[in-house]
Structures are given as C-alpha cells and as structure tokens.
C-alpha cells in the first residue's frame, strides 16, 4: 500500500512569488493535515481538510490556502512568498486519529 | 490556548547511556501519542498509550501515560546511534479528537 506522497521534493522561489504544493493521502484516509517545519524547529500546524471541506487552520495569514479534490488529495498555496516561508512543509492522512506524513516538500524562498 | 510541553528540547548521550523524554500538558488527554523523526526525515507514529498509567514497551523504549493523563515520558535504554533523532509527543485538541497539539520535541543525538 502506497504511504503519503508529496510533491514536489523541493521548491525554489524567489520573494513575492506563488508556491504550489500538493500531497496524496494513505488510501482510504479522508483527512489530510498540513504543518511547517522550519529548520531545527517543531510541527507548525497550518491547515485540516477533510471530506473536502477546511476544517480547522492554524495561525497563519490568508496568503496560506489550499484545498482538498474529490479524491482526497489536496494542494497548499502560498502567495506572496517571504523569505520566512522557507521551511520543510509535511503532509499527513489520518485514520484512526493516528498520523501518517510524507517526506515533505522543501521549500526554499530566496 | 492548549498547550503540550516538552522537556529536554536537547539531549546528547554516549551509546549505552539511557535516555527520558517528558511531555506535559496543559489539559488533560484522552490519548497521547509519540512520533520519531529521524534527521532529514519525516516523523513516524511509534505509538498510542489510552489509559491511566499506561505503560507499553517496544523493544529498549518504554512509554508511560500519567495516571492524571497530563504527562507522559518516553524511556530509551541502553541508547543505540539508530535512536538519533528527533521525538515529538502529541495529544488531541480538546474537544476535537481529530486535531493533534504537538509538542517541540526532543533531539536526541548519541555519540559512538
């Protein structure tokens, strides 16, 4: 059985552009989270999608969006890049309230 | 706000040596969980404790649920340089099972 997959492995923008980040759950899961981890740092929870519909949001500005297709996948959108956006973004499906991340997608705003 | 403390934030061992990990919460937990994220990894679920008191053992590593279900720890013994890595626990929000509140971690790093 396929885990989480995330795509792309990394991602190199410049300030002030869009990223696009997407992920593919564990089959059968329905949620998938989405968290920030910057360098040496913990899980920054940014965004809950389930049954396609947001469902809870960390604080982060509105320039963080995303949003979950009808087969569960889901996409993470960051407008406006800063410098500070450059960071480890994970992905995780759930079943049983038990978590399963990706390898993430590095992100790196220059 | 909910909030899920971990101590040490560090913690380097000479291999052999043991190693604790503490998690405390702000409220109480209808589970805590552990996750290990290895370096330039991501992290991976070791293991869900329930109940009060709850003690499970997975080979050297031993975790503990407080009787109050606010803390827990993790024990490793006789630490390996397989066990380096980072340990972060989790607990549910509450009033919301489905969204975990993650502690800072705990970086482990065992000299050989």
């Known amino acids: 059985e396929a885990g989480v997959t995330q795509s792309p492995t990394h991602l190199i923008k410049t300030r002030g552009q869009q990223a696009t980040l997407r992920c593919s759950p564990i089959?059968?899961?329905?949620?998938v989270y989405w968290y920030q981890q910057a360098l040496g740092l913990g899980l920054q929870f940014l965004l809950w999608?389930?049954?396609?519909?947001?469902?809870n949001r960390g604080n982060f500005p509105p320039r963080f969006s995303g949003r979950q297709f009808p087969n569960y996948s889901s996409e993470l959108n960051v407008n406006a890049l800063e410098l500070e956006d450059s960071a480890l973004y994970l992905c995780?499906?759930?079943?049983?309230?038990?978590?399963?991340f990706g390898a993430g997608t590095r992100l790196s705003v220059l | 706000g909910q909030q899920v403390m971990q101590i040490p934030q560090y913690q380097h061992v000479q291999e052999g040596e043991d190693f604790t990990t503490y998690c405390n919460s702000s409220?109480?937990?209808?589970?805590i969980q552990w996750y290990k994220q290895r370096p330039g990894g991501h992290p991976v679920f070791l293991i869900q404790l329930v109940k009060s008191g709850e003690v499970k053992k997975q080979k050297r590593l031993t975790f503990q649920f407080g009787e109050a279900k606010k803390n827990s720890s993790l024990h490793i013994t006789a630490t390996q340089t397989t066990d380096v890595g980072t340990y972060f626990c989790a607990g549910p929000e509450a009033g919301n099972n489905r969204k975990l509140i993650w502690g800072l971690g705990t970086s482990l790093a065992v000299n050989p």
């Open positions: 409220t109480t937990l209808s589970n």
């Open positions: 999608y389930d049954e396609g519909e947001e469902r």
């Open positions: 995780a499906s759930s079943q049983k309230n038990i978590q399963y």
């Open positions: 089959s059968g899961h329905t949620s």
